[in-house]
Nanobody, 127 residues
Framework: QVYLRESGGGSAQSGRPWRLSCAAS????????MGWFRQAPGKGREGVAA???????SYTDSVKGRFTISQDNAKNTLYLQMNSLKPEDTAIYYC?????????????????????WGKGTLVTISS
């Protein structure tokens, strides 16, 4: 059974660093492209960052230079290091996995076509 579980959500003040994790099991993690998505209150889902098995990455413009996606294949765990957080980063953050796509495609996809999803974790940033 496939299992993706995000952790690390919470509340923080703007400017503080924060890290999210996503533990995966039930599939061949290293074969999939992994992505982080988010959905802010009243807005649609947005691709944030993605990473493939070769550690190639892609980011949406609004987080470039602030967020870093990484993974530990030995632990089947995906990370999102978020720095210089802004109130507009407030959202539910989801991790997802897809076979056969590259990170650029995953970020642009807004999540459509992803094979597996976690349930999300809420990050709230106050000014």
């Amino acid at each position: 059974q496939v299992y993706l579980r995000e952790s690390g959500g919470g509340s923080a003040q703007s400017g503080r660093p924060w890290r999210l994790s996503c533990a995966a099991s039930g599939y061949t993690y290293s074969s999939y492209c992994m992505g982080w998505f988010r959905q802010a209150p009243g807005k649609g889902r947005e691709g944030v960052a993605a990473i493939d098995s070769d550690s190639s990455t892609s980011y949406t413009d609004s987080v470039k230079g602030r967020f870093t996606i990484s993974q530990d294949n030995a632990k089947n765990t995906l990370y999102l290091q978020m720095n210089s957080l802004k109130p507009e980063d407030t959202a539910i953050y989801y991790c997802a996995a897809v076979l056969g796509a590259n990170p650029i495609q995953v970020v642009k996809s807004e999540g459509y076509g992803m094979d597996y999803w976690g349930k999300g974790t809420l990050v709230t940033i106050s000014s």
